[in-house]
């Protein structure tokens, strides 16, 4: 089955770290570029970070810029989002998302991890 | 950063009816558009892509339109599991990928 599925979500305070993991079967993981999108409570989808299949470019959103770091292990079949300087703002549900092809909309979705930064 | 604005935030329309969503960007995206569905406590599905496309295993009844600034998701005819979220995204200019603030679709 082609799916995604994410985990490492939980509650931290503000100022704390945290590690997702997305980890993705049934196609062939290396030939596709990657992102973390984010939607908080009750609200819409904002995108955060964006890896190529190499590894080679990473983007991120101006909003998490120097405090996230995305990553993959293709031998893993995986993807990681290493949060840093968490703030309130962070809280939301993190959704790992497969670029399609050759366009960057999204076109596989898994069912997210839940981030709460709270003291 | 191209701004991506939706229209109305809410839509109540009856089952049966027509739905008409609209998606306006800020500046041209061509046809670089997508439009996703989201159901409560589910991740979002790519619907549309290419303005007009249908992805794969989307009902006919699902139709996007438009080009440039201007596009619409219309439902033919509603059912039941269409009375959801809906969101469009433009990829013409990214990072970042940008997403409008979503259309709930409602029964009248």
């Known amino acids: 089955e082609v799916q995604l599925v994410e985990s490492g979500g939980g509650l931290v305070q503000p100022g704390g770290s945290l590690r997702l993991s997305c980890v993705a079967s049934?196609?062939?993981?290396?030939?596709?570029?990657m992102s973390w999108v984010r939607q908080a409570p009750g609200k819409g989808l904002e995108w955060v970070s964006y890896?190529?299949?190499?590894?080679?470019?990473?983007y991120y959103a101006d909003s998490v810029k120097g405090r996230f770091t995305i990553s993959r292990d293709n031998a893993k079949n995986s993807m990681s989002l290493q949060m840093d300087s968490l703030r309130d703002g962070d809280t939301a549900l993190y959704y790992c998302?497969?670029?399609?092809?050759?366009?960057?909309?999204?076109?596989?979705w898994g069912r997210g991890t839940l981030v709460t930064v709270s003291s | 950063e191209i701004v991506m604005t939706q229209s109305p935030g809410t839509l109540s329309v009856s089952p049966g009816e027509r739905a008409t969503l609209s998606c306006r960007a800020s500046?041209?995206?061509?046809?670089?558009l997508a439009w996703y569905q989201q159901k409560p406590g589910q991740a979002p599905r790519l619907l549309i892509y290419?303005?007009?496309t249908r992805a794969t295993g989307i009902p006919a009844r699902f139709s996007g339109s438009g080009s440039e600034t201007e596009f619409t998701l219309t439902i033919s005819s509603l059912q039941s599991e269409d009375f959801v979220v809906y969101y469009c995204?433009?990829?013409?200019?990214?990072?970042?990928?940008?997403f409008g603030g979503g259309t709930k679709v409602e029964i009248k």
């Open positions: 998302a497969r670029r399609n092809s050759n366009y960057c909309y999204f076109d596989l």
């Open positions: 049934g196609f062939t993981f290396s030939t596709y570029s």
């Open positions: 890896i190529s299949g190499s590894s080679v470019t990473k």
């Open positions: 500046q041209s995206v061509g046809s670089n």
């Open positions: 290419g303005a007009s």
């Open positions: 995204q433009q990829y013409k200019n990214w990072p970042p990928a940008t």
